[in-house]
C-alpha cells in the first residue's frame, strides 16, 4: 500500500544545474547518489526520496559548502517547479497559487507536503518531507523554502519580505549567518518545530500582472493530467497526502480529509471501498512510513514522534510500534542506526 515517494525529473534537473553552477561535477555525483542522469531527460521520470537526499549529502560533502544552495539568484534560476509554477503564474493571487500547489505538489514532488497555516499576520507556508529512510538535509530544505520565495518575486513581479523564516534544524555556525540574511532578508529561527516562511496577507492578496482566467483553467486541466498519469489522482493517494500533512495536528477524521478534498463523507468512503481500501488502513499505513522516518532522526525523542504521528500519547505509539515492527520504538531505533 505504500506510495512510492519521489520527485519529479524536472525538479532534480534544476537543483542539478544549480550544483554544476557550483562547480561541481554531476556524474560523479549522480554515481554516488546512485541517480541515473540520462534518464532525468524523460519528462515523466521520477527519482526516489532517499536519492534525493544522498544527492545533498554527496554535494555539500565535495563542495565543504554548508550552506549549498542558499543563494536567491541559484534559487530564482533553478527552482524548477515546471508546470506547476506556470499555472500558478496564471491564477489571480499568490493565496489563489498556493492552495492550488497544496493540490498540486504532487507533481513536483510527492514526498513533500505543502501547507498553509492562518497566523493573525497572514499565513505560514511550510513543508515537510514524507517517505524518507535516511534523515533529510539541512540544505535540501532550505534551497526549497528559499525557492518559494522566489517564486513569490517572479510570479508579482515584485519583492516579497516574510514576516519570518523559521527551520527545525540546528543553528548554523555564526559564520554562517550573512547567507541566511542575504537569502531571506532575516535571521530565521531554528530548532523550532516546522520548516516555514510567513508571508502577509497584503502581499499574498497581491494580484499577479500574469493572470489570465482561460490560461488558468487550462494550466489546471494539464497539471490534473499530469497528477492522473502518475496515478496520484486516485482517493487514495489524495487520502494519504491529506493525512501526513494534518497528523502533526491530531489524528485527523475521515469526514474532515472528504471536505478538504471537495467530498462528503460517504463519496469518499465509496470511492476507497472502489479501491479496495479502507480509511482507517490508509492512516494506519501512513502513519507506518512516517514512524519509520522519524525514528531514524536521532533528534527526535519519543514523545516527539508520537505527538507528529497524532497518537495522545507514548503508550498508543509502543502498541503501533510492537505492530508495524515486532518491537518497540526504541529497539526499532538502534535497528536503523547498526
Known amino acids: 500500500m505504500t506510495t512510492p515517494r519521489s520527485s519529479s525529473a524536472a525538479w532534480v534537473r534544476g537543483i542539478l544545474d544549480m550544483m554544476a553552477a557550483e ?3 554531476l556524474q560523479a555525483l549522480c554515481a554516488e547518489a546512485d541517480i541515473d542522469l540520462a534518464a532525468l531527460q524523460h519528462s515523466q521520470a521520477r527519482v526516489d526520496v532517499d536519492r534525493v537526499s544522498r544527492l545533498w549529502e554527496r554535494a555539500v560533502a565535495h563542495s565543504g559548502n554548508p550552506t549549498l544552495g542558499l543563494d536567491r539568484r541559484l534559487a530564482s534560476r533553478y ?5 506547476v509554477g506556470y499555472s500558478m503564474a496564471s491564477g489571480p493571487c499568490l493565496m489563489a497559487g498556493f492552495q492550488d500547489l497544496q493540490r498540486h505538489m504532487a507533481v513536483i514532488s510527492n514526498a513533500t507536503c505543502f501547507g498553509l497555516e492562518r497566523d493573525a499576520r497572514g499565513h505560514w507556508l511550510s513543508i515537510h518531507h514524507v517517505g524518507a529512510t535516511r534523515p533529510v538535509p539541512r540544505q535540501r530544505q532550505e534551497f526549497a523554502m528559499l525557492t518559494l520565495l522566489m517564486l513569490c518575486n517572479w510570479l508579482t513581479r515584485r519583492e516579497i519580505q516574510p514576516l519570518a523564516v523559521e527551520f527545525m534544524a540546528a543553528p548554523p555556525p555564526a559564520a554562517c549567518e550573512a547567507g541566511y540574511r542575504a537569502a531571506f532578508g532575516l535571521m530565521p529561527r531554528f530548532g523550532q ?6 508571508l502577509s496577507q497584503a502581499d499574498l492578496l497581491y494580484p499577479i500582472p500574469t493572470h489570465n482566467a482561460e490560461l488558468w483553467a487550462l494550466h489546471e486541466k494539464l497539471v490534473e493530467n499530469e497528477l492522473d498519469q502518475l496515478g496520484l489522482t486516485c482517493a487514495s493517494a489524495r ?3 491529506e493525512i501526513a500533512r494534518l497528523l502533526p495536528q491530531g489524528e485527523p477524521r ?4 472528504a471536505a478538504l478534498l471537495g467530498l462528503t463523507d460517504r463519496t469518499l468512503q465509496r470511492r476507497l471501498q472502489a479501491e479496495a481500501v479502507s480509511y482507517q488502513q490508509l492512516l494506519d499505513d ?6 519509520q522516518q522519524y525514528l531514524g532522526e536521532p533528534r527526535r525523542s519519543l514523545a516527539e514522534v508520537a505527538d507528529l504521528l497524532g497518537f495522545m500519547d507514548q503508550s498508543n505509539l509502543f502498541r503501533a510500534c510492537r505492530r508495524w515492527f515486532g518491537m518497540p520504538p526504541g529497539q526499532y531505533r538502534q535497528q536503523l542506526r547498526a
Open 254 to 257: 475521515r469526514e474532515d480529509v
Open 193 to 198: 518545530e516546522a520548516n516555514r516562511i510567513l
Open 239 to 241: 487520502v494519504r497526502h
Open 79 to 83: 527552482g524548477n517547479v515546471d508546470l
Open 286 to 291: 501512513t502513519r507506518r512510513e512516517l514512524a
Open 23 to 25: 562547480g561541481l561535477a
